[in-house]
């Protein structure tokens, strides 16, 4: 089989600093212009500045190894590594009009140069979808770096139907489960049953792969959680799921007025007042403007923070709500005061353990796979962790809907039994969100 190099840009290294190795036994090609970027990004503290550090420091461990910018350095999976410098005119190589000196051109003709001295296809790895089109201008093969895509066609959606006998169904009913050994389901998939002899005869329940049964769900308080009370199917299966203590990670997907934070905020509520299973509810969501920034916000650090979380506040408002609205604000601001309720930015994160919380992390598709794992690994003994978002609403430029923490987390969890996960579908906000998530 014919090895290959592969050049990788610096959006490449920041948005993964393990992409050296993921390449198996190919050849990986870092250009000089790469390594100066990495030096403008390392005094970051953002989650580039982490990953260019970290990307540095493996180049340094291998330096040690040998000169990378002659015959490179084997690395540890069976592949290789080099640094290459312009050694021809550079820019001339290229077209006029992608002969002004920026990094994206260097690279480009570094690309070129790689291409002219090996047999060897050399294919330019980038997340610039800019830098792709120009590359291929020019005659050379450019890819995106898809080693932590998750293709949202397929992404797992927590429910299956399944089609099964009418005693098997009287029987569910009766013993409140539904013995299954066959092979095949995820740990906590949703099941929507439906009799092969009569269709009419119908059941839903939550495959336990522990006891390799299929069980009834939780009966719903008969005042709701919270006072809210699920409005279709996805919605009962999300609060079996995120009141259920022995599923400590929960993530939910689903468009703009599915009821997403609202469905989580409830279920938190409810498991810390009411079962008492958690000490303490803990809502966070990053931080990221739709649109235009506004800048630098006055007041003290609650008062900058009242813009970001006033989507949560809503949230809250609503289960909280009675005739008064100024009652409602100051149940809310009791609840903070008690310590039930904390409303924190995912900034300071690092670091922390969070032992018996339920914690709600919104809007979490604008996270990025290494950031989510920062969150995850927060978890201390006793917690749980709930992650909402949609993928198709995503600010964050470094990410896209198949790239992001959220799909990522599905789809590495999909088949852990620590996991638990369901995809809503249906709206419930009101009928004009619904229009507007369809038509627009």
């Known amino acids: 089989m014919t090895k290959k190099s592969y050049l990788l840009d610096t959006n490449v290294l920041l948005h993964d600093a393990n992409s050296i190795s993921c390449f198996q036994d190919n050849e990986v090609i870092i250009p000089l212009p790469v390594i100066e970027e990495l030096d403008r990004f390392k005094k970051d503290g953002n989650e580039n500045g982490r990953n260019a550090r970290q990307v540095t420091r493996e180049l340094d461990r291998l330096r040690q190894q040998g000169i990378l910018t002659n015959g490179g350095v084997p690395l540890e999976n069976g592949g290789h590594i080099r640094v290459v410098v312009t050694r021809t005119s550079g820019l001339e190589q290229l077209p006029q009009e992608l002969r002004s000196p920026c990094v994206d051109h260097h690279i480009l ?23 792709r089109i120009k590359a291929q201008a020019v005659g050379l093969q ?81 005042e709701g959680y919270w006072g809210i009370t699920p409005r279709n199917l996805e919605q009962k299966f999300a609060f079996e799921l ?71 506040n809503d949230n809250l408002d609503l289960l909280l709500a009675d005739e008064n609205m100024r009652k409602s604000r100051r149940r809310h601001q009791e ?7 904390a409303v924190e930015p995912l900034t300071y994160i690092r670091g922390r353990s969070i032992p018996r ?44 809907a198949c790239s992001n923490g959220l799909t990522y987390v599905v789809e590495r969890f999909r088949n852990n039994p620590l996991a638990g996960h369901i995809m809503l579908a249906r709206c419930e906000r009101s009928p004009l969100a619904d229009a507007a998530s369809e038509l627009l």
């Open 142 to 222: 450019a890819e995106d770096y898809e080693t932590d895509k998750v293709s949202l066609d397929n992404l797992y959606t927590g429910t299956a139907s399944l089609d099964i006998l009418s005693e098997q169904i009287d029987s569910f009913f009766r013993d409140q489960m539904l013995s299954y050994g066959e092979d095949g389901l995820p740990p906590h998939i949703c099941l929507n049953m439906k009799a092969l002899d009569n269709p009419q005869q119908k059941a839903i329940g939550r495959f336990d792969f522990r006891q390799k049964a299929i069980l009834r769900l939780h009966k719903a308080p008969q």
């Open 357 to 400: 919380q339920y914690m709600i992390v919104d809007e979490a598709q604008n996270l990025t796979p290494h950031e989510v794992k920062t969150i995850i690994t927060r978890a201390g003994e006793g917690s749980k962790i709930v992650l909402t978002g949609d993928p198709d609403q995503i600010d964050n430029p470094y990410v896209d």
């Open 242 to 312: 995120l009141t259920h203590p022995e599923i400590p990670l929960v993530t939910i997907v689903g468009r703009a007025g599915t009821g997403k934070t609202l469905l989580a905020l409830a279920a938190g509520l409810y498991c810390v007042t009411e079962t008492e299973h958690y000490k303490k509810l803990l809502v966070s969501r990053p931080i990221f403007p739709m649109g235009h920034d506004l800048g630098f916000l006055p007041g003290d650090l609650e008062e900058k923070l009242t813009p970001w979380m006033q989507p949560i």
């Open 109 to 131: 003709a570094l690309a070129i140069q790689e291409k002219r001295c090996q047999n060897n296809p050399v294919i330019l790895v980038t997340k610039d979808a800019n830098l």
């Open 335 to 341: 609840l903070r005061d008690l310590g039930i309720i």
